[in-house]
């Protein structure tokens, strides 16, 4: 979906105040915008004689080296901080460190760690590349949304298509030892499941679907659904610290906006089957789809439903105070496909080229709010 972009302005006078449910702001940032002063220090187009076909994702370790998963050619490129290409690794198969389906599959950089998630294995690598070991996947779709440490990590349902009844909860999982330690319990989604029968069909889309999302950083867990702009503060072992609120209006969407932001597999299903889906979505688009945490600034990642050449921020004090609206963009041609990973001194995502398709790699100097 291509859309120009639309730049709105919104005159409100800021207010923030704490109450007994932690910080209210409303819609105006008390600072105005945070220029990220965006520089293109390199570009990737291709992993040396290979050639880049459906990049899914990318990851960084602490030591610059970028990580590309493209699910087409079914494999996962390296490349050095300077963007020089230093191997491909991954094997489809059931072997040890071998994957069934890279189209499904999760990728994480934790540490010195490249972790490959399936719905039944988690396969760990070296930062080379290298093989280390295969963990069987205990708690089968309670998948990692983040990673703490090599052997912990954070999951929290995106729909209720699998769970009787009741609420369901974040969770803190560890791999090895398969216990499970709630933090906190909360009503999921039941849309986006289409039924026939004994069978079904979910779907859970970034931009329709109101889903719990989950961010942390060295001592805190920041959550919140995301088809209202709350999020929860708690320590690690889920003790309440605050919360923050944003006065926001939602975007109203149509029947026919809401088929755009359908992925491509759905597409194939007939037209009836789509419009059955999508009425079980809200008609209002949801808010945020990250929370992460760079120099103690908490950073709301905004859903974007106009455009797909821009991704939108959110920048709040480390007590919730709203502060910044920033946003990283596309070079003009191109529209940003992947999300994007922030490091204190750089961005990094995957652009691809509106006319003719083509994607690459770009890493780019940026200042953060300090």
Known sequence: MKVKPIIMFLLVISIAWIGIGGVKNAGKPAKGTWDFKLQTVLTVEKPGNEEFYLMRRVEVSEDGRMYVLDSKVKKIFIFGPNGEFKKSFIKQGEGPGEVKSLETAQLFVVKNRVVVVEMDNFHFFSLDGDFIKSVRNTKGFQMPRVFLNENEYITAPLLKMRMASGNSSISLVNIETGAEKKIFEFAPFEGGVIRRGQSAMAVAVMQLTPMM????????????????????????????????????EASKMSTEEK?????????????????????TFPDKATFFNRIEVYNKHIFVFLVNTKNDTSQ??????????????ASIDAEKGYMITSRVVITKDFA???EEDEEEGNRRL????????R
């Open 259 to 279: 088929l755009n932001f359908l992925p491509g597999g759905i597409r194939n299903e007939p037209k009836d089957v789509q419009v059955e889906l999508v009425k």
């Open 348 to 350: 990094y995502y995957i």
């Open 362 to 369: 770009l890493k780019c100097k940026i200042s953060l709010p």
């Open 213 to 248: 999302i989950v961010g942390c950083d060295a001592n805190r867990i920041y959550f919140g659904m995301n088809d209202t702009y709350r999020i929860n503060v708690t320590d690690r072992s889920g003790k309440a610290i605050t919360d923050f609120e944003l006065n926001r």
């Open 312 to 325: 939108p921020f959110d920048i709040f004090s480390p007590d919730g105070k709203y502060l910044y609206r």
